[in-house]
């Protein structure tokens, strides 16, 4: 059974960083994508990435979050910079294998087959 297991979340003060990993054990998947969910709130999508390395990012991470992929290590990436109070939640990697592009950027969340268990990250003003 594939698990996907994130790791790297923590307590920054705002303007801090840190680099979320999500393992997929032994499976490259075409398309792995990070998503957020903070308390009280509906879970947001954050970053998604394609087997050809293009991403596509929601507004208010742009520029200051980076999605990557190694794919020797089945591992997915998610750097986050600069770091702003509103970014706290807890983050979960998901991961499908969506043949297209297209499907693996604008599909609902819901329709990602496999996800991780998720890691807090909390920053502070």
């Known amino acids: 059974q594939v698990h996907l297991v994130e790791s790297g979340g923590g307590s920054v003060q705002a303007g801090g960083s840190l680099r979320l990993s999500c393992d997929a054990g032994?499976?490259?998947?075409?398309?792995m994508a990070w998503f957020r969910q903070a308390p009280g709130k509906e879970r947001e999508d954050v970053a998604r990435?394609?087997?050809?390395?293009?991403?596509t990012y929601t507004n208010s991470v742009q520029g200051r979050f980076t999605i990557s992929r190694d794919d020797w290590k089945h591992t997915a990436y998610l750097q986050m910079n600069n770091l702003k109070p509103e970014d706290s939640a807890f983050y979960y990697c998901?991961?499908?294998?969506?043949?297209?592009?297209?499907?693996?950027?604008?599909?609902?969340?819901?329709?990602?087959?496999?996800w991780g268990q998720g890691t807090q990250v909390s920053g502070s003003s």
């Open positions: 998901a991961a499908d294998n969506f043949l297209r592009r297209a499907d693996c950027f604008n599909r609902a969340a819901s329709s990602f087959d496999l």
């Open positions: 032994s499976i490259t998947f075409p398309c």
């Open positions: 990435i394609y087997k050809d390395n293009s991403a």
